[in-house]
């Protein structure tokens, strides 16, 4: 029996983490010609892009998110007890829908711009929407909750007394804030900081709305447009290398920590009351961001979408549109189901296993959902490829069977996602004390009827959380899709980016209305989690 579970753990690590060895195998031999010609063209300005685009959004996201995460937990105004919750929504808006959104707001085509034009003349002066700023305001309203529901549970967690201490010894509120609560949280401040960053270089789309030039979009450009799979690679291998800087760095600045908290009944953080005008500017400043990030986003698009339903002449349901809604639930469906299987297996399996060696795999095997999207797709189809000329060069098949394949891209979304799906289900697995399986050793019951009468029941509600967490992803997912995919197959997120990238603004909202619907589930179990987390 252990050797069976070691043999799947190695196998699933290898299996999972084979594409990401192909794009690091560039860095250890670079070719001095594609490097070069990087360089000579666009490289150097799409790294100084990409990396200020990311320090830009992981610092808003820092301010925005933790300034309404402290403003939610130590403070009760009007409508907090919604907001609390509702602030987390603008996680159900892919970054590419309020992308385009924005841009038909405030393009000089828009309506905004339209009216200011009218009310201070033609030449008046607009800031530029197509603009790294413009990306990194859209990136930040869209990611914005990943900190500020880490925040906010750090926050939960601290003890009312050292707090109080702290003012009892002279400290104002908001100096006690900043000397003391914030140092507590500065892991969970950095974790959700390096997340977002990583988002970040993940995103393609968005930025080529805006036309900024990233590492992520230029892999992509280089893909699609010429055809170099060679030079997509090295980019990639660059890539690869700066998401696992990024993850070294948010794993040392943890590392270095040393705040305790205490745990167990202690007294929690006691909201205070605001009065008068301040009560009303701390509903309005959420009602503000939630307003901008989800609620007019959502509302523009149900209009768009209620607009072009008037048209006859829209693919119906019988139509294109009812196609690319079955082949988009079609492979998140099977993606979810296949990445709950391997994380099953993977977290039944490692329960078992103490030694640093075998922690080290599942870590390896759970990489893929903190490295950008062009990454692991480039990854994959330079393994696949190279697969399918092992095998027509030996004679085994006589055509290309992975390649452009279903079973490739569903592949590619298992290392994508396995993430999602295997800390669900190992946050089930913890709930499993160790006193009830010695109790079934005890009873004489051997590891596999552990495994089949104790975990995997015990394991149904985050395995199940994970399926949907996984399906609704890949929903919205988009780099992957769109350089996989088998010829013909399109889904509704690639029908939003190429109507969108045409500015056929009422058309794809109604795809994009629907991402954004099936978007709430995953927020709404997130939130929900979260409070059980916050409130144990």
């Not at 829908?97 to 008046?124: H, K």
């Not at 291998?237 to 943890?254: T, V």
Request: a positive charge.
């Amino acid at each position: 029996m252990i050797r069976i579970r070691h043999a799947l753990l190695a196998s699933l690590t290898v299996l999972v983490a084979a594409p990401l060895l192909f794009v690091a195998a560039p860095l250890l031999r670079p070719s001095t010609a594609i490097w070069q010609h990087l360089w000579e063209t666009r490289l150097l300005e799409m790294l100084i892009q990409t990396l200020t685009l990311a320090g830009t959004v992981g610092l808003g996201t820092l301010l925005l998110g933790t300034s309404l995460a402290w403003l939610v937990s130590a403070y009760r105004f009007p409508g907090r007890d919604w907001l609390t919750w509702m602030l987390v929504l603008p996680l159900a808006m892919p970054s590419y829908v309020l992308g385009f959104v924005f841009m038909a707001t405030f393009d000089i085509a828009g309506p905004v711009q339209s009216a200011w034009r009218n009310w201070f003349g033609f030449d008046a002066w607009f800031p530029e929407i197509r603009s790294p700023g413009g990306a990194a305001i859209v990136l930040t309203l869209v990611w914005y909750p990943y900190v500020y529901l880490l925040a906010r549970a750090a926050f939960a967690e601290q003890s009312a007394v050292t707090f109080d201490a702290a003012r009892a010894m002279g400290l104002r509120r908001s100096m006690a804030f900043v000397r003391l609560v914030l140092p507590l949280a500065r892991p969970s401040l950095a974790a959700g900081v390096t997340l977002v960053m990583l988002e970040t270089l993940t995103d393609f789309a968005t930025v080529r709305f805006f036309n900024v030039m990233t590492l992520s979009e230029g892999v992509f450009r280089i893909w699609e447009g010429m055809m170099d799979r060679a030079a997509a690679l090295e980019l990639a291998s660059l890539l690869l290398f700066i998401g696992l800087g990024l993850i070294l760095i948010e794993r040392g600045l943890r590392g270095q920590a040393r705040f305790t908290q205490l745990r167990g009944s202690v007294q929690r953080l006691t909201p205070v009351p605001l009065q008068g005008w301040r009560a009303l500017a701390a509903t309005g400043a959420c009602l503000l961001v939630l307003g901008v990030a989800f609620v007019l986003p959502s509302l523009q698009l149900i209009g768009w979408t209620l607009a072009k339903l008037r048209n006859t002449t829209i693919p119906t349901a019988e139509g294109v549109a009812g196609r690319y809604i079955v082949v988009t639930l079609g492979l998140a469906a099977s993606a979810a189901l296949l990445t709950a299987l391997v994380a099953l297996i993977l977290a039944v399996c490692s329960r078992f296993e103490d030694g640093r060696l075998w922690r080290g795999l599942v870590r390896v095997a759970t990489l893929g959902y903190a490295l950008p999207g062009a990454v692991i797709a480039v990854g994959t189809l330079s393994l696949l490829a190279a697969l399918d000329h092992t095998l027509l060069a030996g004679g085994v098949v006589g055509t290309m069977i992975f390649t452009g394949s279903l079973t490739g891209l569903l592949y590619a979304y298992l290392v994508r996602f396995l993430a999602i799906a295997y800390s669900s289900t190992e946050a089930s697995l913890d709930k499993v004390t160790p006193q009830l399986v010695e109790a079934a050793r005890c009873m004489g019951a051997g590891q596999a009827r552990i495994i089949r009468r104790i975990h995997t029941p015990l394991v149904r509600a985050g395995l199940l959380a994970g399926v949907i967490l996984v399906f609704v992803d890949v929903m919205k997912e988009l780099p992957v899709t769109l350089m996989l995919r088998p010829f013909g197959m399109d889904t509704l997120a690639i029908w939003t980016y190429m109507l969108a990238a045409e500015s056929f603004w009422q058309a794809a909202a109604i795809p994009a209305l629907f991402i954004v619907g099936a978007g709430v589930v995953p927020v709404i179990l997130l939130v929900r989690a979260g409070d059980r987390l916050v409130l144990r």
